[in-house]
C-alpha cells in the first residue's frame, strides 16, 4: 500500500493536466459503443466504500460538464499520451502503468463534473469513470447551474446497462442549486428506487407534490433534508401509493433524519401528517418553523416514539406545554434544542428534567425565564449531560452554576454568554469540577482575569470564547 501511495503522489500532476483537456471536435461516437460494468459488479457492502463527490468543495457543474455525459472519446485515443502528442521516442505518461483499481481509487476523491472531465481524456478513462462503483452518489452544486437537466442526462447515462433505473445511485445532493425545480426530483424519483440520502437545502422551488413522488417510489429513503424550502408543508405518499399499500403494512415511510429547518409554512397539522407517516423518525430538526405550536409537538411524540434528537428552536409558540410533550419521549431524547423559545420557563425544564434522565446535549440559549431553579433540576437529574448552552439567560447566576458543576462531571461544552448575573466564582467551581471542559463561552459576561486564568490551569484543553482583551 505505500508503494502505490507513493505512485498515486508521484502522478497526481498527471491527473491535474488530463481533467483539463479539452474535448476534440470530432467526438460523434455513440456512449452505447462503449463498454461499461455492469451494475452486477458492484462492490459488496463489506467492501472499502468507492464515493465520489468527498472532496472538500465541489465546483459548478456547468452546462458544459453536462454535455460531457454524451461525448465519450473517439475511438482514436487509446491512451493519454496521444492527447499529449509527446514525441515518439518518448515511451509514454508513467501514469500508463497504474493499475485499474488504482485509477478507481483516486476516482473515487472526484466531485462529480471532474469525474465527468475524466471521461472525456481517452476511452480507457472513460470505461473507469462511468464505473458503477465510483456513482454510489452525486454532487451538484451552484446558483447558475441547469440541475434539472444536468440530473436527466446523468440518470441516463446511469440507466444505460439497466434501462430507466439506476440501480447504484444511493445519494443525491443538489444543496443550494436554486434552480431546482419539481421535473427534476421527479426524475430522481424514477430513476434511482434505491436512493437513500437525499440533500436539497434552499431549493425553495420544489413543491409538496415532488417530494411525495421521491418518497412513494424510494422506499429505502433514510435521510431528507429539504431545509429552506419554503413551499414544503407536509411530507407524505402519494394517493397512488397509498393505494397500493395494505392495511396492515400501512402508509409509512422510512424516513430516520429529517431537516426542515426554515420551512416557514410548516403547521400543525402538516406535523401531524409528516408524524404518522414517518414514525420511524429519529432526528428531527425543526428550527425556525415559526407556525409550529405545542399541539404539533404533541401530534409528534405519539407517532414518533424513538426520537433521539429534536430542535424546536426559534419556534415562538412553543411553550411548558410543548415540553410537557417532548418529555414524553423519556429515555431516548439525547439531544433537544429550545433556543429562543421565549414562552419556555422552569416549570418546562423540569418536565424534562424528570423524564428525560439520558439527555447528553440541551440548548436553551435566550430563553429567558429559565433560572437557576431549572438547572438545579437539570443538575440533578440529567448528570450525564455534556453539552449546555444557556447564554442570554439573565436570570441564571453562579449558584446554578454551582449546582450543575457538583453534579455534572462530565461536562465539555458550555456557553453562559452575556450571562449578566455571572461572575468568576461561578466559573471556578466548574473548573474544580469539570476536568473534562473542552470549550467555555464566556463572551459578554463580567468575568475577571484571575477566574479566566484560574480556568486554564484547571481545564488545560479547554478553549475560552471571551471578550476580555487582557487574557490571551
Known sequence: MTMLGEQLDQHQTFINHYISLPLSSDSDVSMRTLSTPSPALILPRSSPALFNGSSTSSSS?????VAMVHSPPPAGLT????????????????????????FLQIFAHLP???????????RRWYNL???????????????????????????????????????????????????????GLYTVAQCCPELRRLEMAGCYNV?????????????????????????????????????????????????????????????DEG???????????????????????????????????SIRELSVSDCRFVSDFGLREIAKLEGHLRYLSIAHCGRITDVGVRYIAKYCIRLRYLNARGCEGLTDHGIEHLAKSCSKLKSLDIG????????????????????????????????????????????????????DCDVPLEALRFVKRHC??????????AFF
Not at 423518525?281 to 409537538?297: I, K, M, Q, S, W
Request: hydrophobic share 35%; glycine share 4%.
Open 61 to 65: 457543474f456547468t452546462a458544459e460538464t
Open 79 to 102: 491512451h493519454p499520451q496521444r492527447c499529449l502528442r509527446q514525441p515518439r521516442d518518448q515511451q509514454g505518461a508513467p501514469i500508463d502503468i497504474l493499475p485499474d483499481h488504482a
Open 112 to 122: 462529480t463534473n471532474q469525474l465527468c472531465r475524466c471521461a472525456r481524456v481517452c
Open 129 to 183: 469513470a462511468w464505473d458503477p462503483r465510483l456513482w454510489r452518489s452525486v454532487r451538484l452544486t451552484g446558483d447558475v447551474l441547469h440541475v434539472d437537466r444536468a440530473l436527466r442526462v446523468l440518470t441516463r447515462r446511469l440507466c444505460q446497462d439497466t434501462p430507466n433505473v439506476c440501480l447504484t445511485l444511493e445519494t443525491v445532493v443538489v444543496s443550494s442549486c436554486r434552480r431546482l425545480t419539481d421535473r
Open 207 to 267: 413543491s409538496n407534490e415532488a417530494v411525495f413522488e421521491v418518497v412513494s417510489r424510494c422506499p429505502n429513503l433514510e435521510h431528507l433534508d429539504i431545509s429552506g424550502c419554503s413551499k414544503v408543508t407536509c411530507i407524505s405518499l402519494t394517493r397512488e401509493a397509498s393505494i397500493k399499500l395494505s392495511p396492515m403494512h400501512g402508509q409509512q415511510i422510512s424516513i430516520r433524519y429529517l431537516d426542515m429547518t426554515d420551512c416557514f409554512a410548516l403547521e
Open 271 to 305: 406535523l401531524h401528517t409528516i408524524a404518522a407517516h414517518c414514525t420511524q423518525l429519529t432526528h428531527l430538526y425543526l428550527r425556525r418553523c415559526v407556525r409550529l405550536t405545542d399541539e404539533g409537538l404533541r401530534f409528534l411524540v405519539i407517532y414518533c416514539p
Open 392 to 443: 442570554k439567560c439573565p436570570l441564571v447566576s453562579d449558584a446554578g452554576l454551582e449546582l450543575l458543576a457538583l453534579n455534572c462531571f462530565n461536562l465539555k461544552r458550555l456557553s453562559v454568554k452575556a450571562c449578566e448575573s455571572i461572575t468568576g466564582r461561578g466559573l471556578q467551581v466548574v473548573a474544580a469540577n469539570c476536568f473534562d471542559l473542552q470549550l467555555l463561552n464566556v463572551q
Open 460 to 469: 488545560k484543553r479547554c478553549v475560552i470564547e471571551h471578550t476580555n482583551p
